[in-house]
């Protein structure tokens, strides 16, 4: 295969990850609303560990948005 | 990337002296002042202003004094929740962080643009964001160490371990112990890059598909402008999110070196 087709099939596989991780933040926000809906008066105390596992989901797809950008611009 | 009518929506990253060339350098690297140190003192100016805006103490808080007040007290709960008592100390670092991170993020995404002004976010490199993460890093070491000397490695060994995973556990608390700067810093670069490649590349959409013709304009510019809006709205959340998660995690981190596990 031609090396440039290769790269941007290889850049927009990478999306796939960003789409995954929408998924992992997803399940993080609605879980959340899930367990806060049933007990309220705890909610307020777990919004640092919400934020930490959102920051967890998100990390993950912003390395696959690295990914696509080093194989574009860099390799 | 450029050439066809294309946007590219790279450029906007591209640090460029303002004044001062290139051969201006010291032992090799170039101290020009450049678009990023410019936004950087912007940001600094723009936060010592509304510092000074609001620390006058007046007895009855003026509407300055209570938007100051609301910050440092959000991340004084946010030490105190995740650190405790001890978590005081590390209030005025972590809330110079905070506020440097979340003006340099909102700065970055002012529509400054319509007056010939391009507003540069140095957030989006990895050379800043790394930086303030070594930063963080290095003074959970330093408390690490000066609170707990050699014992501060217990760190690696989390309590009521197996003895058959003790050769396992302490290299996987150790490397993900050294990966923290760099996740922290990644964090904070990709996210504020994605967002603004992203508007850059919706923007493209709306001008090119303008300049196409009507029925172009209509169906693809038209649908472009309203999720730009909505994508906007989102970077701005994105802008605070980000500056919360730097501290949250930086106090974290910080939780770890004082309190061991």
Known sequence: MDPAAAKLIGAGLAAIGAGMAAIGVGNVFGSFLEGALRNPGAADGQQGRLFIGFAAAELLGLLSFVVAMILIFVA | ?261
């Open chain 2, 1 to 261: 990337m450029a050439g066809g009518g294309k946007i590219d929506p790279m450029h906007q990253f591209l640090v460029e002296p303002l004044f001062g060339t290139q051969d201006w350098s010291i032992a090799g690297y170039n101290i020009a002042f450049t678009n990023s140190a410019a936004w950087m003192c912007i940001a600094t100016v723009a936060l010592i202003a509304f510092m000074t805006m609001g620390t006058r103490g007046a007895l009855v808080p003026g509407r300055g004094q209570a938007m100051v007040e609301g910050f440092v007290r959000f991340v004084d709960n946010m030490l105190s929740a995740n650190v405790g008592p001890e978590g005081k100390r590390y209030v005025p670092y972590i809330f110079s962080l905070f506020m440097f991170i979340l003006f340099a993020n909102i700065l970055g995404l002012l529509p400054l643009g319509l007056f010939g002004i391009h507003p540069f976010t140095f957030t989006s490199h990895f050379t800043i964001t790394g930086v303030l993460a070594i930063m963080s890093f290095s003074i959970v070491l330093i408390v690490g160490f000066w609170r707990h000397g050699f014992h501060f490695f217990s760190l690696f060994v989390p309590h009521g371990t197996p003895v058959w995973l003790l050769p396992l556990i302490p290299l996987i608390e150790f490397v993900s112990f050294m990966v923290r700067p760099f996740s922290l810093g990644l964090r904070l670069f990709v996210a504020m890059t994605a967002g603004h490649v992203l508007l850059k590349v919706l923007a493209g959409f709306i001008i090119n598909s303008g300049a196409a013709g009507i029925a172009p304009g209509l169906f693809v510019g038209v649908p472009s402008f309203v999720l730009m809006v909505g994508i906007s709205a989102l970077e701005l959340l994105v802008a605070g999110i980000q500056a919360y998660v730097f501290a949250l995690l930086t106090s974290l981190y910080l939780n770890d070196a004082v309190n061991l596990h």
